[in-house]
């Protein structure tokens, strides 16, 4: 497959703006329950929580959210904030995470239903106890985005993008071919494998699914017990093998153009950015 041919590939896009469906109903997942482990202490000493770091007149959270709110129209946004078994420090967490979203005047007056939950301990439980409260709270869902709360540099085109894609084919991704030249190697170190650029590709948030399917998918994989790298392979695992209400089989996740600028906070000196 040539390099042309993969970016027309993943850079399927529409001239035409956005036009939600009177059947929409979408629901945004922000997850932002981590420890920000990588991203160390400020001055004082006290643990830098990443996504409520102050970001254009707001926090990343509410950056990322922005980016969302201000593209489509969504009924619900959940976001997960870090765990506790001090109900004080729970209930401190949550207050925390609320003032970092609702720093945003545009988002502290949006209307949705915002529901804040605790994390579970590990990423894969925090997005499954979102969606089981969209579940719960917004049981008509057609639409779910999950994106990552330290992502804060999300345009409103990717969102379009993955929207499209998963209106289209019931799951979408956003996703970067690598610019360096890609091998497999063995536990020792050694080259075992050389791997096609052309065919890769380093997947971003949001990801973006049909409700149902990826609620349904979810439970299994808690089930199965195994650990998965991202929803994407949730979907692949336990959703693209089966068949909607039409007896027609799910689609695998499609891959539309990501954004280089698209980042995660992740390390130090990631906060030069803000």
């Known amino acids: 497959m040539t390099k042309t041919l993969t970016r027309q590939i993943l850079a399927t896009t529409w001239k035409t703006k956005v036009t939600m469906t009177n059947n929409d109903e979408l629901a945004l997942i922000l997850v932002a329950a981590g420890s920000s482990a990588r991203i160390g202490f400020d001055k004082t000493g006290t643990k830098i929580k990443k996504e409520y770091l102050p970001m254009q007149g707001g926090t990343v959270l509410s950056s990322a959210a922005k980016a969302f709110l201000s593209t489509l129209d969504f009924s619900t946004v959940v976001v997960t904030f870090p765990n506790s078994d001090n109900a004080e420090d729970l209930k401190a967490n949550r207050e925390k995470s609320k003032e970092a979203l609702f720093a945003d005047d545009f988002v502290k007056n949006y209307n949705a239903n915002f529901i804040f939950i605790p994390g579970g301990k590990t990423r894969q439980e925090s997005v499954r106890d979102a969606l089981e409260a ?136 990631d906060l030069k950015s803000l």
Do not use: M
């Open 134 to 269: 969209i579940a719960e709270k917004a049981p008509d869902c057609s639409l779910v985005f999950i994106h990552d709360g330290a992502r804060p540099f999300l345009k409103g085109e990717t969102v379009e993008l993955t929207y499209r894609a998963a209106c289209e084919f019931g799951a979408a991704v956003p996703g970067l071919q690598p610019t360096e030249t890609q091998k497999k190697i063995d536990e020792n170190g050694f080259i075992v494998k050389h791997l096609l650029r052309s065919s890769l590709t380093a997947v971003q948030t949001p990801q973006v699914f049909k409700f149902r399917p990826i609620l349904e998918a979810h439970r299994i994989a808690a089930e199965s017990q195994k650990t998965f790298t991202d929803d994407t392979e949730i979907w692949d695992e336990y959703a693209a093998k089966r068949k909607d209400e039409n007896g027609e089989a799910y689609s695998r996740v499609k891959v539309v153009l990501g954004d280089p600028e698209n980042k995660k906070i992740t390390y130090p000196e």
